[in-house]
Each structure stands twice: as structure tokens, then as C-alpha cells.
């Protein structure tokens, strides 16, 4: 890993990226409302996204291995925010849904560039170590942009997408310079048509088959469950405050914050501590659970205050799984080239995103509490996905 002055650049371009990532989150419920969206709407729009990721997280790994992180970077960042901007823009269905499709594109390789950086240029131990920072980073970050979004959106909703978009594009040009060379192969060998067969979606995912295991695809099952569950659990829950107990975006990025802080806690201490005590595999399908359980306490809340309390610390569980997961993932498959592994695992995570997505927005058009159950479900399914990654890796 860098050091000095260049280490801070690098994570600082990356908490940045961050920061920004989630401004329009906090006002998206706001923004659909006002133009008399139906309830359904706040999850196809982000299954949109997550299609989007899914389908083209693969490419974007293989282009990291041709042109390197920094150049993959600098583009999906532009690209990620001409897709928000256009989100501000549109106020057709048809419109909203093609900008999120086209931010998820980019944001398949945007949001995996740092991960896929740190686990080209670090090993063993280090590696770990830093991606339970990446992680905690992003989850702080992220949390913290709900704030300054939802705050954003007491002048007007839309003003928090188009500081999205301008700082979307300042940190594309600082995390190109504050990223060092990783490309695995010259980008002089990338032909046209090598790059048109991997611009195929479905082509793309091919070089999964380069390192798919039977462990690999427990811990990746595993992987889509939680990101399912967690996906259930984030879109509705920001849906929620604002339908249910008619919160405004000022409020909903308070608790984000808040949530931050225990995000920090979480994967600060929490995962740190199981990352170096290399207690991991056995720490996951516990906390899977403990997460599960919150979850069902959740659903059982009908007042607000215990209703905050209780996804809080579920918010707590599922971002301590982050880490563990990627650092399961980068010793399993520690042959494989960074940007495809991580490309590869981000993938699988947003095709649980894509599932939870269209889940949360049809089932909460039947019933508010639908997509919390559906996501309990979820998490206890990976649970026991987990306890059987836990002993098939220990013998």
C-alpha cells in the first residue's frame, strides 16, 4: 500500500467518490412523490440501476485489467454522473428508468475500482486490513452523503443531484491521479475487437468460469443473499420514513448519519478485530444472524422510535459482513486478477440488489412490512449458506 501524503490522496479521492454516491438517495422519495409516482416505482427505479451494474460489472473488470483502475475510474465517474444528472432532468417513467439504468452501468465500475486497487497492490494481511477500511470508508461516507443530501433537499430535491454530478466529475480527474498503474496487461493488446466481445454482457461473464469453485459460489450465493436483504432493507427503509411516518429528506439524512457513526463502530473495530484474530469465516454466519434477528424485530415495531433503534443496529450488522465477505473472497481467490475478482463479486452482490429491488417496490405496494419480512427470509438464507462455507473451508 502507498504511503504518506500518496496513501491519503488515494483514500481520500475514494471517500470522496463516496461521499457523492449517495446524495440522491435521501431525495428520491421526495422527487418520486412529487411527480405522483406509484409505490411500486422506488424499486424498479433501482432495480434499474442494479441491472445496469449487474450486467456490466464484468466488463468494466475486464477493461481494468487492459487499461488499469485509473483510467477505469476516471471514465465510469464521468459517465456515472451524466446518468444522475439526467435523472434530475426527466419526469417521464420511462426517462427516470433509462437514467438509472445508464448510472448503474457506470457505476459498475466507478464504485469498483478502489477494492479492486487494493487488492491488486496489497497482500496477505494488508490486504485485509485495508479493505475493512475501504469498507468502513464507504459505509461512513455513504451515510454521511444521505446527510448532506437530505439537507440538500430542504432547499430543493434536486439540488442534491446536481452537486452529485459536479463532484461526480471533480473526483474522476483526482482519483486518475491519485491511482498508480495496476493494468495487468498492456492496453496495446486490447483490440477491437477483443474489447467489442467483451463489451457482451454475457460474454463477460465467462471469466467467472476462470475461477469459479464450489467455494467460490457458496460464498457468492452468500454474497447476493446478504446484498438482497440489505438492498430490501435500505431502499425501504428510506421509502418508509417518508410514506409512513411523512419524515422530510432533512430527517431521513439525520438517521443516515447517525447510522454512519455505527457504520464506522462496525467495521472500525468490529471487522477489524475478526480480520485480525483471521476469525472471519466463523464471525460470518453469526453476524448473518444477529442481522436477521434485527431485522424481525423491525418488522414487529410499529412505533417509530424502537421502528429507528432496531434497523440502526441491523444497518450496524450488514455493513460489518462487507469486509469479511470481500476478504473471504480475495484468500479463495487469491490467483485471480483484482479488478476481476472484485468486478465479478460486485456483480453477483447487484444481481441480489436487482432481486430486492423489484421485491421491495411491489411488495411494499401490497404491504409497508412485506419487504422487511422478505429480506429476514433473505439473510437467513445466507446464514446458513455461510455455516456451510464456515465448515467446508475448514476441513
Not at 504511503?3 to 483514500?11: A, E, H, I, P, T
Not at 496477505?124 to 439537507?151: D, M, N, Q
Not at 459536479?166 to 496487461?185: H, M, N, R, S
Not at 418488522?299 to 417509530?304: H, K, L, Q
Amino acid at each position: 500500500m502507498y504511503q504518506g501524503r500518496k496513501k491519503l490522496s488515494f483514500f481520500g479521492a475514494t471517500a470522496l467518490l463516496y461521499l457523492a454516491g449517495s446524495l440522491a438517495y435521501a431525495v428520491t422519495p421526495t422527487i418520486f412523490v412529487e411527480l405522483g409516482m406509484p409505490d411500486w416505482f422506488f424499486g424498479v427505479s433501482f432495480g434499474f440501476m442494479s441491472a445496469g451494474n449487474f450486467l456490466f460489472a464484468p466488463f468494466w473488470g475486464q477493461m481494468m485489467t487492459y487499461l488499469g483502475t485509473r483510467r477505469v475510474s476516471l471514465v465510469s465517474a464521468i459517465g456515472c454522473a451524466v446518468g444522475q444528472s439526467m435523472l434530475a432532468i426527466f419526469t417521464s417513467v420511462g426517462g427516470m428508468l433509462f437514467a438509472r439504468f445508464l448510472a448503474g452501468f457506470f457505476a459498475g465500475g466507478c464504485y469498483t475500482c478502489a477494492a479492486a486497487h487494493i487488492v491488486n497492490i496489497c497482500e496477505g494481511e494488508e490486504r485485509g486490513k485495508y479493505l475493512a477500511f475501504h469498507a468502513a470508508l464507504t459505509s461512513v461516507c455513504a451515510a454521511f452523503s444521505y446527510l448532506i443530501g437530505g439537507l440538500l433537499g430542504e432547499v430543493f430535491p434536486r439540488l442534491a443531484i446536481y452537486v452529485q454530478a459536479a463532484v461526480l466529475v471533480i473526483d474522476a480527474f483526482w482519483l486518475y491521479f491519485a491511482t498508480g498503474e495496476d493494468a495487468k496487461y498492456p492496453k496495446s493488446s486490447l483490440t477491437a475487437k477483443e474489447l467489442f466481445k467483451n463489451a457482451n454482457p454475457l460474454s463477460s461473464f465467462k471469466v467467472g468460469k476462470q475461477f469459479l469453485t464450489v467455494s467460490f459460489i457458496i460464498l457468492f450465493t452468500v454474497s447476493a443473499l446478504q446484498n438482497l436483504g440489505a438492498t430490501v432493507f435500505d431502499q425501504t427503509f428510506n421509502y418508509y420514513l417518508h410514506d409512513q411516518f411523512g419524515l422530510s429528506s432533512g430527517y431521513n439524512g439525520v438517521i443516515r448519519g447517525v447510522m454512519g457513526i455505527i457504520a464506522l463502530f462496525a467495521n472500525g473495530v468490529i471487522a477489524m478485530r475478526i480480520l485480525k484474530k483471521g476469525a472471519h469465516k466463523k464471525a460470518l454466519p453469526v453476524i448473518l444472524l444477529f442481522a436477521s434477528l434485527t431485522m424481525l424485530s423491525a418488522i414487529m415495531f410499529g412505533n417509530i422510535i424502537p421502528f429507528i433503534a432496531a434497523n440502526v443496529i441491523f444497518y450496524a450488522a450488514t455493513t460489518a459482513c462487507v469486509p469479511i465477505l470481500q476478504q473471504s473472497a480475495s484468500e479463495i481467490g487469491k490467483n485471480v486478477a483484482g479488478g476481476q475478482l472484485m468486478s465479478f463479486f460486485n456483480a453477483v452482490r447487484s444481481l441480489g440488489g436487482i432481486v430486492s429491488a423489484f421485491a421491495a417496490g411491489f411488495l411494499y405496494d401490497v404491504d409497508p412490512k412485506y419487504p422487511f419480512i422478505f429480506g429476514f427470509g433473505a439473510f437467513l438464507l445466507a446464514t446458513a449458506g455461510a455455516v456451510i462455507f464456515k465448515k467446508r473451508e475448514s476441513v
